[in-house]
């Protein structure tokens, strides 16, 4: 009974924040929608789930590798968007390929380094440093309204999301804290996102939504960053807490900035 608990609420949990973001890149903002992807939704459920399942201990060191899983979850973004052309399910399969390979290279690579979470976070910051400079010029455009969202759409997007993050808590005691850790990067909100306002809209408000993404992104860095040192010392619940107080701060003397550039 309490596993069927578990497994609705994480689905309950996925499913809105994915629709959600959505429903913010038709109705409202893509460029608002890039920056709120970066807030803690997926990798906060991975890592306490993790804790729970693995103990503190395991999710403290994955939220080490975690950290700089984000370096991966930026290329992955990235690639996407460079591989984004038209709208319709062939390209947005070829750019969800590209992207899911050069998440899968990069974390492979980081799996083969012993990460600090100092080096883990100066990796990841370099790759949001490098995609805030290509995307430079990319121009802040709104998605066009009239596409409307189908139950069909709610569904994949939570069946998607919800795989995942089953997936790789499932898998955690297998594969040890560092792939677990790595794989806590994958940016589960986001990407069924992109799949979604890709296939309807095409690349225009992917690129809007990319260019912003680092900006939250850094919330991600700083909610695993701060878990990382708090697990230990103040437990899965507390330290989850800690996270996201830290993400919310950052998100909070990040608006200032959001609204001068609108």
């Keep these: 009974m309490m596993l069927s608990a578990v497994l609705l609420a994480k689905i309950a949990v996925t499913m809105l924040a994915v629709v959600g973001l959505s429903l913010i890149a038709e109705h409202l903002s893509a ?3 890039g920056i709120l992807a970066g807030y803690p939704h997926g990798i906060a459920i991975v890592l306490y789930f993790i804790g729970i399942e693995q103990g503190v201990d395991f999710a403290a060191k994955a939220s080490i590798y975690a950290i700089g899983g984000l370096g991966a979850n930026m290329l992955l973004a990235y690639v996407y968007h460079r591989l984004c052309r038209a709208p319709g399910l062939g390209d947005v399969l070829l750019a969800a390929a590209g992207g899911l390979m050069a998440f899968l290279a990069f974390a492979a690579l980081l ?26 010029r990319a121009v802040n455009v709104k998605v066009v309204k009239g596409v409307g969202i189908s139950h069909l759409d709610v569904l994949m997007r939570a069946l998607l999301a919800t795989a995942i ?5 499932g ?6 804290p560092d792939w ?27 690129a809007t939504m990319v260019k912003n993404y680092p900006l939250g ?10 878990v990382s040192l708090a697990f230990p010392a103040l437990g899965m619940n507390w330290g989850t807490a800690a996270g996201f107080a830290a993400a ?5 003397l990040l608006a200032p900035l959001v609204r001068k550039l609108s």
């Design 217 to 226: 992104l850094i919330s991600l860095l700083v909610f695993t960053l701060t």
């Design 248 to 252: 919310t701060l950052y998100l909070i």
């Design 111 to 136: 799996n083969r380094l012993h990460i600090s979470q100092l080096t883990a976070a100066a990796i990841t910051l370099a790759m949001i440093a490098a995609a805030l400079l290509l995307l430079r």
């Design 171 to 176: 898998a955690a005691g297998a594969i040890g």
């Design 180 to 206: 677990s850790g790595l794989l806590s990067g994958f940016p589960v909100v986001t990407f069924p996102l992109l799949l979604i306002i890709h296939f309807h809209h095409g690349p225009a408000p992917i």
């Design 31 to 33: 460029r608002l929608a």
């Design 165 to 169: 993050v089953l997936g790789i808590t």
